[in-house]
């Protein structure tokens, strides 16, 4: 039997490893590494601070609790952009 749809993606984010120099997050197959360096928002949070994140709209990741929205182009390509911490 062949679907003639694919189903909705279940694949939710999951941090994989922290690190004192950042963190990999694991997100539809591919594993992604943060440094802090370039994602200053999450150096001086908590474990379960940085892993209460959620898949929004299949290409952003949200992160409630510190009010961090990241695209998965931003965390793929982070030298395109300019990144500003508060």
């Given at each position: 039997?062949?679907?003639?749809?694919?189903?909705?993606?279940?694949?939710?984010?999951?941090?994989?490893?922290?690190?004192?120099?950042?963190?990999?997050?694991?997100?539809?197959?591919?594993?992604?590494?943060?440094?802090?360096?370039k994602?200053?928002?999450?150096?001086?949070?908590?474990?379960?601070?940085?892993?209460?994140?959620?898949l929004?709209?299949?290409?952003?990741?949200?992160?409630?609790?510190?009010?961090?929205?990241?695209?998965?182009?931003?965390i793929?390509?982070?030298?395109?952009?300019?990144?500003?911490?508060?």
């Amino acid at each position: 039997m062949k679907l003639k749809k694919h189903g909705k993606s279940t694949s939710k984010p999951e941090v994989t490893n922290i690190s004192e120099h950042g963190f990999w997050i694991l997100l539809s197959g591919a594993e992604y590494f943060l440094p802090f360096d370039k994602f200053p928002w999450f150096k001086d949070v908590s474990i379960a601070e940085i892993t209460n994140v959620q898949l929004l709209h299949g290409s952003h990741l949200y992160w409630d609790v510190l009010d961090v929205d990241l695209s998965c182009d931003i965390i793929e390509h982070p030298e395109k952009y300019k990144l500003l911490a508060n």
